[in-house]
């Protein structure tokens, strides 16, 4: 992989940057921050140019917009990326967002069974937000996040998803895969990013948008492997304060009779059917920012 197609694994900013977002949404309106954001956000692009790049030949190539649509769309695309980020500094400080459930009847029943289940979600919208606002008191979830990432994002996190019965796994070393199987074993639910390679050789094609697309195989090898339920999870910023959490299904009956291979590729393309139908929805939550397609 090259270098522009890596990622970090943490959020941006200092310690005392993060400690005063909090501060600030403590005692500043939200739409006030949200100003002073949208007056950042072009000086943002301008360092971060490669990802600036990235979501413009994102819009023209895989959207089909023309250029000043796209460049007008790169930045509400970073504004709006920069408004999640802040969501969840503001639900550090104790706000309050409507979150709207959309599937979640298929969530639901997976919750009551005594088998665990695997959730995939992706680098779009905000799936952060949804675990903040929503609880599974029935069955424990269980998150992968990044080693890398700032003590004050770990421990907010860990202060706001540990009152939901989430419980979050650091993928540091090869422990972190040792807690995942056993919490798969113990019937939890286990939550996991498919839309990234991290640096992994090992993925599998799909296409999304029209084009083809590498994503990891490891969820899709531990689903296939384990034969247990599959949703794609999702949750898109639709309004000041306001998400809709969506669940898709994504194993079927058909699954069955197929080779572990062949349900690796067949999930994978219902995965890429889910991003495709939450991209055509809602295109500038899309927070990939390298050149994903090849």
């Not at 969530?107 to 088998?115: A, K, R």
């Not at 058909?254 to 939450?278: F, G, H, P, Q, W």
């Amino acid at each position: 992989m090259s270098e522009e197609r890596q990622w970090s694994g943490k959020t941006d900013g200092t310690l005392w940057m993060h400690k005063a977002l909090i501060s600030s949404f403590k005692i500043l309106p939200t739409g006030l921050i949200y100003f002073i954001m949208a007056l950042v956000v072009p000086f943002y692009m301008l360092i971060n140019h490669q990802g600036y790049l990235a979501i413009y030949h994102y819009l023209r190539q895989r959207h089909g917009q023309g250029p000043l649509k796209a460049f007008c769309g790169c930045f509400f695309n970073h504004f709006l990326f920069g408004a999640s980020l802040m969501d969840r500094f503001a639900a550090y400080a104790g706000r309050k967002f409507r979150v709207q459930k959309t599937g979640f009847d298929v969530f639901d029943s997976l919750v009551e069974q005594d088998h665990g289940f695997i959730m995939l979600s992706s680098h779009i919208g905000n799936a952060e937000m949804s675990g903040y606002m929503l609880s599974t008191p029935r069955k424990r979830m269980n998150a992968i996040t990044f080693p890398e990432e700032k003590s004050s994002v770990r421990s907010n996190r860990d202060r706001m998803l540990e009152t939901n019965n989430i419980r979050l796994i650091s993928a540091d070393g090869m422990d972190w895969l040792f807690t995942l199987n056993a919490a798969l074993s113990d019937g939890e639910i286990v939550s996991i990013h498919a839309d990234r390679l991290f640096g992994s050789s090992k993925a599998l094609t799909v296409k999304i948008l029209g084009a083809e697309a590498k994503i990891p195989m490891g969820p899709f090898n531990l689903a296939a492997s384990r034969g247990l339920p599959v949703t794609a999870s999702f949750c898109m910023k639709t309004g000041y304060k306001s998400y809709e959490a969506i669940q898709y299904r994504l194993d079927t009956p058909e699954m069955e009779t197929m080779s572990k291979r062949e349900k690796m590729d067949y999930l994978a393309a219902r995965y890429a059917a889910a991003v495709n139908e939450i991209l055509g929805k809602w295109p500038l939550q899309w927070y990939n920012f390298f050149e994903f397609w090849d």
